[in-house]
């Protein structure tokens, strides 16, 4: 990546999954790694991995929902390295449910770590690239909110959000020298389950399904995503199934959804999944 020869990148949520795999993917090419998690255990984990696999950096404990504590890591960067190239807004929950059914506290969690979080980074670092003369950013949102599936409301909203703030910010920030990307992955192998939340047993049973029969792994999703802020392009969409629900909705949308409650009508994801 010939546009950063500081090779300084930033990534909440690095504590595991698939933003200690995107560490560890930059660590490869001997880059200097902020692991930012609401873990701090976690996070020293992954930078003892970050320092074996020929990279560098340190560990700091932040809660994205805290605007005050993506300021200070903000600050932080400015302090250790002099700014950052990449910032990485990873960090992310799950939950489904039918909508009716999702407690609002539940829909005022999932927005505050997979919606507000990402806006709070943006809102950070913004100024920072900016007054630096450029950088990159990634957002990670999920193809669920370009697929909206059923039973998923509360993620899908989420997702769709920083979808389409992403899209926003890749035109507005071209001026200024700031790449934009994001990430769209369908399901693969990952920890996100182990703060799933649904109100019914049935919703987490379709969604472990769903992980278990995928064959991508985070690592698959993490070399993608080096290649596109390589290529500075916007979209991330690696595995086949997620490109193919892409074009279909964009192409036939109204086809698209008439298709998609035909088979939620007859039980075909119950019958796939084995639900």
């Keep these: 990546m010939k546009r950063f020869p500081k090779k300084r990148i930033m990534i909440t949520g690095a504590g595991s999954g698939l933003g200690r795999a995107i560490a560890m993917e930059f660590a490869g090419m001997g880059w200097n790694i902020c692991v930012s998690d609401i873990n701090q255990e976690r996070a020293d984990e992954t930078l003892a991995m970050v320092k074996k696999s020929g990279g560098n950096g340190f560990a700091v404990f932040c809660d994205v929902t805290k605007p005050d504590q993506l300021d200070a890591l903000g600050e932080s960067l400015m302090k250790q390295w002099g700014g950052v190239d990449i910032v990485v807004n990873n960090a992310g929950v799950a939950a489904a449910g039918f909508m009716e059914k999702i407690p609002l506290e539940t ?36 193809n669920a909110g370009i697929a909206s599936l059923p039973e998923m409301s509360c993620y899908n909203v989420t997702k769709a ?70 290529k500075n392009k916007l979209y991330a969409i690696t595995q086949t199934d997620g490109k193919f629900t892409w074009f279909s909705k964009r192409l036939t949308p109204e086809l698209y959804f ?12 119950d019958k796939f999944l084995g639900v």
């Design 107 to 142: 829909w005022d969690w999932i927005i505050d770590i997979n919606l507000k979080s990402v806006i709070y980074g943006c809102r950070t670092f913004i100024p920072i690239l900016e007054k630096q003369g450029g950088g990159h950013i990634v957002n990670v949102a999920s």
């Design 161 to 230: 959000g920083v979808i389409s703030l992403s899209e926003t910010l890749r035109a507005e920030l071209k001026p200024k020298n700031i790449g934009v990307s994001v990430v769209a992955p369908t399901f693969f192998k990952t920890n996100l389950m182990d703060q799933f939340k649904s109100p019914d047993d049935r919703q987490k049973k379709m969604a472990s399904a769903f992980f278990d029969k995928s064959k991508a792994t985070s690592q698959d999703i993490a070399r993608h995503v080096v290649k596109v802020v390589d």
């Design 258 to 269: 008439n298709i998609m409650g035909w088979g939620y009508k007859r039980g075909f994801g």
